[in-house]
């Protein structure tokens, strides 16, 4: 068997996509298509991954028969199998064989989470929605210390330690995700609509309790707000009941966003260029991704969006920064100084809706 044939045998034998293999090896599709049609070969480098990945020699992938392997149960190679009839016929298309075992069945199925893509993207919801939980109960801790221990050494001691672990979650997360996303650009969609709607439903009823959290803390340092001496206890319960809500919303926003796998594949839609070809070997909703992807109207209304964003929210930073420093100095409440980030959230939404993203 050729080359060609082994790795178009071992990639039906795992379920593999071409996307799937090229995000694996760090290569582009192109190279793969290229590989299996014989139009170019593989560097060394690239020979001894895919050994590593599928569990075979050097000598078998580039002049043996990798379908001489067994499978057992648990889904390791091992020996060759008994001989059958002189009609079964390889993958290239030879003439019958006798003295070759009997070939694997190649399992038919959809795209499989070869890349660990939604353990990754779990793992981030994870620790983002932990990190922004702690940096918020640093701003309760301050509070509550400001206002038992009235030093303002120790406010700022106890806000910017849980700002400081926070960011340790935080920081490393997203370095991770980067990386990640840095060395498979591209991920078939493997979700199933079943998953997606599961996804989604468990997404909004968790959204909903969390904003029911955030309400319920406000409505607690309304009622704390009438006895001036336990004020400072209700501003505190209020922060933590709105972390929690916060740290809620967070995780389940990202566990559903993770299933938009078109949101995901953007970057790398937008910039590659494929053919005819190329495309009539994408999956449906990829194809129509790229599609939309590639169109300059939806390019230029994405860059409009983008740096929309980028303005509101450094405007309700800048807002809210503000009213944390000077605030007390005027009588503004200290307990709401996030107020800004929410609201530049919510014209964030909006302006996406308007321009069209």
């Known amino acids: 068997m050729s080359f060609r044939t082994n790795l178009q045998y071992l990639r039906a034998e795992r379920r593999m996509t071409q996307e799937q293999l090229a995000m694996l090896l760090g290569v ?17 480098d690239k020979l001894i991954k895919i050994c590593q990945l599928f569990d075979c020699s050097l000598d078998d992938l580039v002049q043996g028969d990798v379908s001489r392997r067994t499978v057992d149960a648990t889904g390791n190679a091992g020996a060759a199998s008994p001989v059958v009839n002189a009609s079964t016929h390889g993958l290239d298309g030879g003439e019958p064989f006798s003295d070759r075992p009997r070939r694997l069945p190649i399992p038919a199925g959809p795209a499989t989470d070869i890349c660990g893509y939604d353990e990754q993207t779990r793992s981030l919801a ?4 932990l ?14 210390t400001g206002e038992v221990l009235h030093s303002d050494g120790i406010v700022l001691v106890s806000l910017f330690a849980l700002v400081a672990v926070g960011l340790g979650f935080i920081i490393p997360a ?7 996303k840095k060395a498979h650009p591209y991920v078939a969609d ?4 079943e998953q997606k709607s599961t996804v989604r439903r468990r997404a909004s009823i968790a959204i909903v309790a969390g904003i029911a959290l955030i309400l319920l803390g406000i409505a607690v340092a309304a009622l704390f707000e009438v006895e001036s001496d336990v004020q400072v206890y209700g501003s505190t319960l209020m922060m933590v009941l709105i972390a929690a809500g916060v740290g809620v919303i967070v995780h389940w926003s990202m566990l559903w966003g993770r299933t938009n796998l078109d949101e995901y594949n953007r970057e790398w839609l937008e910039t590659v260029e ?21 169109d300059p109207a939806h390019r230029q209304r994405a860059n ?6 980028t303005v509101i929210m450094l405007v309700a930073t800048i807002i809210a920064l503000a009213w944390l420093f000077v605030g007390p100095s005027i009588g503004a409440p200290m307990s709401i100084f996030w ?6 959230g919510v014209l964030c939404g909006i302006a996406c809706v308007v321009i069209g993203d």
């Open 28 to 44: 582009s599709r192109q190279s793969v298509t290229k590989w299996e049609a014989e139009k170019a070969y593989p560097e060394m």
């Open 304 to 309: 409009h969006s983008s740096k929309a964003c």
């Open 339 to 344: 107020l800004p980030w929410v609201i530049g």
């Open 274 to 294: 494929l053919g005819e070809d190329d495309l009539a070997q994408l999956d449906p909703q990829s194809r129509e991704a790229y599609l939309r992807a590639s």
């Open 174 to 180: 997203g370095m991770d995700y980067a990386a990640f």
């Open 126 to 129: 994870r620790k983002i929605s």
């Open 190 to 193: 493997f979700y199933t609509e």
């Open 131 to 144: 990190g922004v939980t702690v940096i918020i109960l640093g701003l309760a801790a301050a509070i509550f």
